[in-house]
């Protein structure tokens, strides 16, 4: 046995050591997977972000970020959302906040509302930010399993894609 004390097993049936903090790993239909969930002020510009795991919905992760973003923006800014946060919560949240959220109803909506379609075509702007930081293999494949080094490379990422951009 190696580094262990007498009589003391692993805490793994592998036999490795187990790893200490949140891992944000989930199984979806892909797989094992995580989210990472973005709030951007451009297309090159994130302000804020986190993990999630691959099966958790984005409804209650995108309030959380709504709800960070509380003291970050001023009222009256407006709030491009994928349509995974088009609940009716996720919107009377950012409304209370002073954003106003600008998201398409999904197709089933029984009562539409309406919002500014030209705009909400620049969303495609964060995907291509998404699309440019999966460019690292460490973060397209998630090597890292602790999300405190996952969410260190991701940060590394954006600034470097920052860098690239000027």
Not at 1 to 15: H, K, N
Not at 20 to 37: A, D, L, N, V, Y
Not at 78 to 91: E, N, S, V
Request: glycine share 10%; aromatic share 10%; charged share 30%.
């Amino acid at each position: 046995m190696s580094g262990q004390f007498l009589r003391q097993g692993t805490s793994r049936w592998d036999g490795s050591s187990k790893k200490g903090g949140p891992q944000s790993i989930g199984k979806s239909r892909g797989g094992w997977t995580t989210k990472i969930h973005l709030v951007a002020a451009g297309p090159d510009c994130p302000l804020i972000f986190h993990l999630s795991p691959g099966n958790a919905h984005d409804g209650p992760e995108g309030r959380k970020l709504i709800e960070m973003l509380r003291e970050l923006l001023p009222p009256g800014c407006k709030l491009l959302m994928d349509k995974a946060y088009c609940g009716a919560a996720t919107r009377r949240l950012a409304e209370e906040c002073g954003l106003e959220p600008v998201v398409p109803p999904k197709s089933n909506a029984k009562k539409p509302w309406r919002y500014d379609a030209g705009l909400y075509k620049r969303r495609n702007e964060v995907e291509r930010l998404f699309c440019r930081v999966k460019r690292f293999r460490r973060i397209a494949t998630r090597y890292d399993k602790l999300d405190v080094i996952f969410l260190g490379f991701l940060l590394f990422a954006f600034v470097v894609d920052f860098l690239i951009l000027r």
